[in-house]
């Protein structure tokens, strides 16, 4: 397609972009010590709030972001499966922690090599546990992520061919 | 059109008659991923309305392998794996786990060491009850109290940071000693924050204390009896509440605890509120205790040369009076063997210009804070980098097959974690690998009391209940 | 610490046929006890006025596959070791009792009607080590999960052998 539709959807895109990464809910999937390090991110000192993204959801159903935060064991794999898919579209996932992003030190029988292994993974924040300033890097990073992501079919059309190149969002 | 009469009442029936219903329990499942679950148990709840019948626990989605991944590494190895124990107040697993080995090998640590050590142990007590009082205030919707808390946190933080390098997983201890001294200004910085932390705690004081709401959710809900807190096994601020005067610190006193002078709270009716004024006093015992010790720390780095001699040019013997012969030229075969009997002062005097990144591991900083104990201590920059003696120590205990070998047995050393007592048993084999560590978890007794705490209760006193037992997923699960 | 002697002496003297062998090292005291006296010796320290060793404040056990050479001579060289930490409030002092068990029959009798505590505590020798608890009223896997095969913390175990419930192997 060409022309003033193509400059019409590249606005909406950029709109809706902005949006998005402005109004995280995020779902703080909160297991081990970096737990404390979300919650010092999250509180007055290095306010996490004035990206907007201070307001967790504690439901899968009504949350955006998946922060996985904290060692997965395999016997709590499942659940974390369960939680990701019950994560409705658009929705991304942030590795919090290097025990998430790869397993970490625990190379032993009980732990999950990184959440990589069971879902995909947008943002990866290593650090054991991260300082509170590579987390708000990380979430500048999956914003300026969500803010480059197209958004929804070009204006009448179908096919998918164009689907294609005007980038659908997977 | 026929007159239907309505249905006879008895007097005395019911509206619904018990007779006809039959109830049946709510099994509930307060799942592993749950908001007020702190990280990750699964109860599952019997409900009968909105009374909790009976509870299971279920445990382990946390559970990392410590105890097989201490035998993997030598002694040294395991203490990364300790801080992340009770992640809240790492500094005091640090403690205890390099006490146990002292204690197996027999090493006695200097004071100023001990003095450093029970400062930071009471620094991360503190940590943790700001951290555990903030989460379950927070959980009934005092979200400022958790705000304020985690302020507080962040002040202690800055000070840890400050002493160890890191905020939350600090490794900072060794067996031996201590990583480093304490830095300059650390008194005036910790005099600031505790004094800043004290305000916060006053302030939240007055929020929560005589807050109708809080004290309505807390008192009387989650009560354990002290007969059944002893049987369980459970230490701690817990077993404190019920009225039971029991702290390792004033039991079995280890470090300097004897010299300091503290009190420990002890309440009365087993109830949340209980743990939570022990909570909020314990706080101010270990800002005092704190306090105490800066006070009387044994002085600092000696900021003289190893031996108090001026140097003097190479080249030069030392004078037979002392030892020493002065001021004649040498063959260079007899230098060398005095130099090895330490004659020469130009070349025993000398220090090594290390980097300046390894300032702070010179021998005075060094030795003020590690055991003279060759076999379980890493030596001064100077002597690894300076002379054969110390290279060789620090081969020894770094490379692989060699390293610190206690001799076979077994302890068990017990510390007061902010939990209740936190016991390390390790066995050792003689080997620079630890046979066997086993960490005696505090909230593992007191999450296996759950089900009598929770039962009897209403739903919505699952949360401040759960909240005030403080599990902490890294100790429970290991 | 002479408290300390009198009690391992103690329970020598009052049982002695039972008890194997008793030490003491760095300050710890400790006896060994025969399998089968567990109950007797454990409610006499619990019962004892003397003795009044009301808190078990541990219960774990020790594989002793790939120990050098054992420490206590006398008796079968068992595999296995279980050891009981107790604390009396009343007087301040503590005992280990140490009960060897065999690799063919790795069974010991539950001490769960003397000290609940021992629930949970032998819960995780079972799902650690293998030793099954006669009487225990609940024997099932407390840290791993249920489809988990094997006992991590037997030396025969290796660290890295997973056994994922969902996710690749390695």
Redesign the interface.
Known sequence: MTGPLQWMTTKLDAAVGWARKFSIFQYPFVTACCGMEYMATACSHYDVDRFGAGFPRFSPRQADVLFVVGTISHKLAPVLKKIYDQMTEPKWVVAFGVCTCTGGFYDNYATLMGIDTIMPVDVYIPGCPPRPENVLDGLIKLQAKIQAQHTGTPLGTSSGASAASAGLHA | MEHVSAPSIPATATPFPSAARETKDLWLNV?????AMH??IRIILQLDGETVRGADVE???????F???CE?GGYNHAI??T??LN??SPLINNVGYCMAIE??M?ITVPERCQYIRVIMSELSRVTDHL?CIG?SAMELGAFTV??YM??A??YL?ELIELVTGA???VTYCRVGGVKADLPEGFAERTRVALRQTREVVKEVDRLLTRNRIFVDRMKGTGTIAQA?A????I?GPFLRATG?N?DVRK??PYAVYPQVRFDVPVGQHGDNLDRYFVRMEEMEQSMRIVEQCLGQIPGGPIQVDARGRPSTPLGTVLSEAEGRVEGRPIEAAEMVDEAKMGRIPAIADTSPVTDPTLEGSNRPFHQRVNAPAKRAVLPPKDDAYGNIEGLMQHFKLVMHGHGIRPP?????Q?VEGANG?L?F?V?S???DKP??V?V?PPC??I???LPILLTGDMMADVVPTFGSVNMI??EL?? | MPEALTVSRRVRDRFPEAVLTTHQFRGDDTVVVRREAVKEVARFLRDDPAMAFNVLMDLTAVDYLRYPERREPPGPTARFEVVYHLYSLEHGHRVRVKIPVGEGDPMVESLTDLWPAADWFEREVWDMFGIQFLGHPNLKRLLMYEEFQGHPLRKDYPVNKRQPLIGPVN
């Open positions: 799942g592993p991923a749950h908001p990280g990750i445990i382990g989605y946390l559970h990392r392998g105890e097989k991944m993997q990364p794996y801080d992340r992640y809240v204690k197996l027999g951290t989460a958790f705000l985690i302020k946190r962040e933080w905020r939350l997983t059944d002893i049987a369980y096994g230490t039971v029991y039991a079995q076979k047995g077994e302890v068990y017990a007592e016991g048993y066995v084999d003689g080997t046979y066997r086993r005696r593992l007794p999450m296996a009391a997923g890294g699960d290991r």
